[in-house]
């Protein structure tokens, strides 16, 4: 059997040498930081190895059923700090290379994280599964090994620049390529039907060509339990049957461009989050490691071939639509392959899928052509619409006059063009559907899938989200975990409601002033990487203001925006002295897609208005706007510790949870925010007084859009918001080039789909309360450790332990 290394300094140290020297060749002496980075990671995993070998043996064993967490996404962030913390090795590690010369810090930072992911569905996917392991529930996650994660953000001239994430060229020593496990998935080709042996006709599907699946294994260690669950990525090769003919032609060019096509299918992450476009690319990625990982799951865990336990074995739940082609895979895999009637695959299919919705944007909502479908999945076609057809005969059965509902109903949507709607298959197929925060659900429920919640009310569910306090709490912000663990004693980390028993330290002058210092630590942490990072430099005693995320038109970077560009106006106009504004400091972190136009125009003018306010002598001590380029989640673990008030301000009805919102109030960060996502749950749980609440409620925005909304009314009637449209429009930040913004304040005026200008007074007035809320900097110290306090609940392992009760039904491995 395998043993772990003796959890020593000195046991630490021969492990780490022995790496340097036989793994990577080199002595000490001549070692680079990389050699040593990636020495001192394999040494980490060798504390981890044994647990995970047995773990896996385990759940093949005892039969348990497992979680398989599908999604094109896993946004895991660094791994070496959580991989130390979870072998609980932090204190001997850093010793051990101490006694080598080395500080484990330079190490660290030598890590590139894999950005396998977007934004918050793939960082959920990354919390969800570090929570099943830490509570000991088997489960798998299955993704993509993109080659190239979310693109690296420059700005040239404060526009934003892509460069490519080249995440793997120094070497990945988390990952475990597994070529004897590889899949192989077919493409294109037709179907045809003939009989089979037994004498029954069957179709068959005859594809047109291939790829192999190659998985890499990465640990999942669990918080100091032992416990090791296994995240598989699927990385697209050549087959032999691709490129054998065409050697043997002689033709080695064409040869070599074949390989070139397979592997392109996994060389990157589209960097899209919002308005996906059907390309072709995009549905081969999605089979594809669909496809390898329903393979793949039946091949490891079905060992005695009885397809028809795979309920009792294990439940899919569908992360998005992206990966809802497994319902036809599935449904091929056990009718066409395994050969079972297609009533009984159907039985087995609704019981292995879940599906979770993430957001209410109608454009967001994936749709496949029919045509582009049909032609690189055609027997994948037929069955959908096969389900399509029996579903809808149930429905027409169900209300008999109503030929309207099982045209809305139905899968297949027939304009602007034949397609598939996916979020309709995904609910046609899954056990359960849910929402990711209270208000989502309730959207979800009466709009986006109105008339199948009244159909099948008891499939539909609220998980609201959570995050992993041991990456966002324990390993971001070391100084306050540590006053929480010295006042209330360990085991909060995984019992996250324990925090509430700070409640009554919210009256304690002292905790409230070790609390501040903390703040304060985290503050000066973050202006001394910045100035390394970004070279800028900030004063240390401001109220530091955050808006990190995604740049999106509903998110309203751009209201954000105007509140700064207003406070300046007033100042510069001489209506507001200086020394009457509370210092403040702007923070934006945030990717475009590369296809935005209007997100990558608001950067441009985030970055051109931060380069005048900060060379504006009039403003220097009570305003700076800083942009440090290429937000992930390695920055978010720097930044949200250090954050006083945290920006959440989508327009109400559209941020399905936000995950950030959490982040930041568990790092005692007062929220502004709407009435939106998991914001409301925010303010419920830390009480209104402990909340700066503004904007308009869904309801109200849904009646101001039928009544006819006009953003330039807003703009006429608002005398400060007018300053700030008309001042960036004189060209006040474009070097007084007034056509480098127009279509920016055009935007605003005449369209606004997301109503800023309808929210501006609300959110100026709410900013004027947080300043005013400040300057009582022992309230403000009072407010923020009752939000720690009362953010227990978003702890993602308790999104785990109702998932597993309303939805999974799986045990912890005993
Ligand atoms: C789809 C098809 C083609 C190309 C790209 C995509 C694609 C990729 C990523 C579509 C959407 C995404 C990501 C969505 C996302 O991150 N949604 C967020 O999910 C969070 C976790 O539930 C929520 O907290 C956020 O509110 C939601 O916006």
Same mark, same amino acid.
């Given at each position: 059997?395998?043993?772990?290394?003796?959890?020593?300094?000195?046991?630490?140290?021969?492990?780490?040498?022995?790496?340097?020297?036989?793994?990577?060749?080199?002595?000490?002496?001549?070692?680079?930081?990389?050699?040593?980075?990636?020495?001192?990671?394999?040494?980490?995993?060798?504390?981890?190895?044994?647990?995970?070998?047995?773990?896996?043996?385990?759940?093949?064993?005892?039969?348990?059923?497992?979680?398989?967490?599908?999604?094109? $996404?896993?946004?895991?962030?660094?791994?070496?700090?959580?991989?130390?913390?979870?072998?609980?090795? $932090?204190?001997?590690?850093?010793?051990?290379?101490?006694?080598?010369?080395?500080?484990?810090?330079?190490?660290?930072?030598?890590? &590139?994280?894999?950005?396998?992911?977007?934004?918050?569905?793939?960082?959920?996917?990354?919390?969800?599964?570090?929570?099943?392991?830490?509570?000991?529930?088997?489960?798998?996650?299955?993704?993509?090994?993109?080659?190239?994660?979310?693109?690296?953000?420059?700005?040239?001239?404060?526009?934003? /620049?892509?460069?490519?994430?080249?995440?793997?060229?120094?070497?990945?020593?988390?990952?475990?390529?597994?070529? $004897?496990?590889? @899949?192989?998935?077919?493409?294109?080709?037709?179907?045809?039907?003939?009989?089979?042996?037994?004498?029954?006709?069957?179709?068959?599907? @005859?594809?047109?060509?291939?790829?192999?699946?190659?998985?890499?294994?990465?640990?999942?260690?669990?918080?100091?339990?032992?416990?090791?669950?296994?995240?598989?990525?699927?990385?697209?090769?050549?087959?032999?049957?691709?490129?054998?003919?065409?050697?043997?032609?002689?033709?080695?060019?064409?040869?070599?461009?074949?390989?070139?096509?397979?592997?392109?299918?996994?060389? /990157?992450?589209?960097?899209?989050?919002?308005?996906?476009?059907?390309?072709?690319?995009?549905?081969?990625?999605?089979?594809?490691?669909?496809?390898?990982?329903?393979?793949?799951?039946?091949?490891?865990?079905?060992?005695?071939?009885?397809?028809?336990?795979?309920?009792?074995? @294990?439940?899919?739940?569908?992360?998005?639509?992206?990966?809802?082609?497994?319902?036809?895979?599935?449904?091929?895999?056990?009718?066409?392959?395994?050969?079972?009637?297609?009533?009984?695959?159907?039985?087995?299919?609704?019981?292995?899928?879940?599906?979770?919705?993430?957001?209410?944007?109608?454009?967001?909502?994936? *749709?496949?052509?029919?045509?582009?479908?049909?032609?690189?999945?055609?027997?994948?076609?037929?069955?959908?619409?096969?389900?399509?057809?029996?579903?809808?005969?149930?429905?027409?059965?169900?209300?008999?006059?109503?030929?309207?509902?099982?045209?809305?109903?139905? #899968?297949?949507?027939?304009?602007?063009?034949?397609?598939?709607?996916?979020?309709?298959?995904?609910?046609?197929?899954?056990?359960? /559907?849910?929402?990711?925060?209270?208000?989502?659900?309730?959207?979800?429920?009466?709009?986006?899938?109105?008339?199948?919640?009244?159909?099948?009310?008891?499939?539909?569910?609220?998980?609201?989200?959570?995050?992993?306090?041991?990456?966002?709490?324990?390993?971001?912000?070391?100084?306050?975990?540590?006053?929480?663990?010295?006042?209330?004693?360990?085991?909060?980390?995984?019992?996250?409601?324990?925090?509430?028993?700070?409640?009554?330290?919210?009256?304690?002058? $002292?905790?409230?002033?070790?609390?501040?210092?903390?703040?304060?630590?985290?503050?000066?942490?973050?202006?001394?990487?910045?100035?390394?990072?970004?070279?800028?430099?900030?004063?240390?005693?401001?109220?530091?203001?955050?808006?990190?995320?995604?740049?999106?038109?509903?998110?309203?970077?751009?209201?954000?925006?105007?509140?700064? *560009?207003?406070?300046?106006?007033?100042?510069?106009?001489?209506?507001?002295?200086?020394?009457?504004?509370?210092?403040?400091?702007?923070?934006?972190?945030?990717?475009?897609?590369?296809?935005?136009?209007?997100?990558?125009?608001?950067?441009?003018? #985030?970055?051109?208005?931060?380069?005048?306010?900060?060379?504006?002598?009039?403003?220097?001590? &009570?305003?700076? &706007?800083?942009?440090?380029?290429?937000?992930?989640?390695?920055?978010?673990?720097?930044? #949200?510790?250090?954050?006083?008030?945290?920006?959440?301000?989508?327009?109400?009805?559209?941020?399905?949870?936000?995950?950030?919102?959490?982040?930041?109030?568990?790092?005692?960060?007062?929220? #502004?925010?709407?009435?939106?996502?998991?914001?409301?749950?925010?303010?419920?749980?830390?009480?209104?007084?402990?909340?700066?609440?503004? =904007?308009? %409620?869904?309801?109200?925005?849904?009646?101001?859009?039928?009544?006819?909304?006009?953003?330039?009314?807003?703009?006429?009637?608002?005398?400060?918001?007018?300053? %700030?449209?008309?001042?960036?429009?004189? =060209?006040?930040?474009?070097?007084?080039?007034?056509? *480098?913004?127009?279509?920016?304040?055009?935007?605003?005026?005449?369209?606004?789909?997301?109503?800023?200008?309808?929210?501006?007074?609300?959110?100026?007035?709410?900013?004027?309360? *947080?300043?005013?809320?400040?300057?009582?900097?022992?309230?403000?110290?009072?407010?923020?450790?009752?939000?720690?306090?009362?953010?227990?609940?978003?702890?993602?392992?308790?999104?785990?332990?109702?998932?597993?009760?309303?939805?999974?039904?799986?045990?912890?491995?005993?």
């Amino acid at each position: 059997p395998v043993t772990s290394p003796p959890h020593s300094v000195d046991g630490f140290v021969r492990e780490f040498l022995r790496e340097l020297n036989t793994d990577s060749g080199v002595t000490l002496s001549r070692s680079t930081v990389n050699d040593q980075y990636l020495s001192l990671a394999r040494a980490v995993r060798h504390y981890l190895s044994a647990r995970w070998l047995e773990n896996t043996r385990k759940v093949r064993e005892t039969k348990a059923k497992m979680v398989g967490y599908l999604s094109a $996404e896993f946004l895991l962030g660094r791994q070496l700090g959580n991989a130390l913390l979870a072998t609980d090795l $932090e204190e001997i590690a850093e010793k051990a290379l101490a006694e080598c010369g080395i500080d484990i810090a330079t190490l660290r930072a030598q890590e &590139v994280e894999p950005g396998l992911g977007n934004g918050g569905l793939g960082r959920l996917a990354a919390c969800f599964i570090d929570s099943l392991a830490t509570m000991g529930v088997p489960c798998i996650g299955y993704g993509i090994r993109y080659e190239y994660g979310i693109f690296r953000q420059t700005f040239v001239d404060g526009r934003q /620049v892509e460069q490519p994430d080249t995440w793997l060229t120094l070497g990945s020593p988390w990952e475990f390529p597994h070529p $004897e496990h590889a @899949v192989q998935v077919d493409f294109g080709g037709h179907t045809e039907t003939y009989v089979d042996t037994d004498g029954v006709e069957r179709t068959r599907w @005859v594809p047109g060509w291939n790829v192999l699946g190659m998985p890499f294994n990465y640990m999942v260690p669990g918080y100091q339990n032992g416990q090791v669950n296994t995240l598989r990525l699927w990385s697209a090769q050549a087959t032999n049957a691709f490129d054998l003919p065409t050697f043997n032609s002689g033709d080695y060019a064409e040869a070599v461009r074949a390989q070139t096509f397979a592997e392109n299918i996994t060389k /990157v992450l589209y960097p899209e989050d919002s308005t996906p476009q059907g390309k072709e690319l995009r549905l081969q990625q999605q089979y594809f490691f669909v496809a390898c990982s329903i393979r793949d799951f039946i091949d490891r865990f079905i060992l005695d071939g009885d397809v028809t336990t795979l309920p009792e074995r @294990v439940i899919f739940q569908l992360n998005d639509t992206h990966p809802v082609i497994a319902v036809p895979e599935l449904m091929r895999v056990l009718v066409d392959i395994e050969k079972l009637e297609w009533d009984a695959a159907w039985e087995i299919t609704k019981k292995c899928f879940a599906y979770t919705c993430h957001t209410l944007l109608p454009e967001a909502l994936e *749709v496949w052509p029919t045509e582009l479908l049909g032609r690189l999945l055609p027997r994948h076609l037929e069955i959908i619409y096969r389900i399509n057809d029996e579903f809808l005969a149930e429905v027409r059965a169900a209300f008999p006059d109503d030929e309207m509902r099982a045209r809305r109903m139905s #899968i297949i949507a027939e304009y602007p063009e034949r397609a598939v709607r996916m979020a309709y298959l995904a609910t046609v197929a899954g056990a359960k /559907v849910n929402g990711v925060a209270e208000l989502h659900s309730q959207l979800l429920r009466d709009k986006v899938l109105h008339d199948f919640s009244e159909y099948w009310p008891e499939k539909f569910t609220n998980v609201t989200n959570g995050v992993t306090p041991r990456r966002f709490m324990r390993l971001a912000n070391p100084g306050l975990s540590q006053l929480i663990t010295e006042t209330l004693g360990t085991g909060w980390l995984t019992d996250l409601e324990r925090l509430a028993e700070l409640e009554p330290y919210a009256e304690d002058a $002292e905790f409230r002033a070790a609390f501040v210092r903390i703040k304060e630590a985290n503050k000066t942490r973050l202006y001394r990487l910045l100035r390394a990072r970004d070279q800028v430099a900030l004063p240390d005693d401001h109220l530091l203001d955050v808006m990190v995320k995604r740049l999106h038109e509903y998110k309203r970077q751009s209201l954000k925006l105007l509140h700064i *560009v207003s406070s300046y106006e007033q100042i510069i106009s001489g209506k507001v002295d200086p020394s009457q504004v509370t210092p403040r400091t702007f923070v934006f972190g945030a990717k475009a897609a590369p296809g935005y136009r209007i997100a990558k125009e608001t950067i441009h003018l #985030i970055n051109s208005v931060a380069a005048v306010i900060n060379a504006d002598p009039l403003v220097k001590d &009570v305003l700076k &706007v800083v942009f440090p380029a290429n937000y992930n989640v390695t920055l978010a673990e720097t930044l #949200i510790p250090a954050a006083d008030l945290s920006e959440q301000i989508s327009l109400a009805g559209k941020e399905a949870s936000g995950t950030g919102n959490m982040k930041f109030a568990l790092n005692g960060a007062l929220t #502004i925010g709407t009435d939106d996502g998991a914001n409301v749950e925010i303010r419920q749980l830390v009480g209104d007084e402990h909340f700066f609440l503004f =904007g308009l %409620t869904e309801p109200e925005v849904a009646e101001v859009q039928t009544a006819g909304y006009r953003s330039h009314e807003y703009y006429e009637g608002d005398p400060q918001l007018k300053a %700030t449209l008309d001042l960036i429009a004189s =060209g006040h930040f474009s070097g007084g080039d007034r056509t *480098v913004f127009e279509p920016l304040v055009s935007n605003l005026l005449y369209d606004d789909r997301f109503m800023a200008l309808a929210d501006f007074r609300s959110y100026v007035e709410a900013q004027a309360r *947080v300043d005013a809320y400040y300057a009582d900097q022992d309230a403000w110290a009072r407010s923020a450790v009752l939000n720690v306090a009362r953010s227990g609940f978003f702890s993602s392992d308790r999104s785990m332990r109702e998932y597993i009760a309303r939805i999974w039904h799986t045990q912890p491995l005993r």
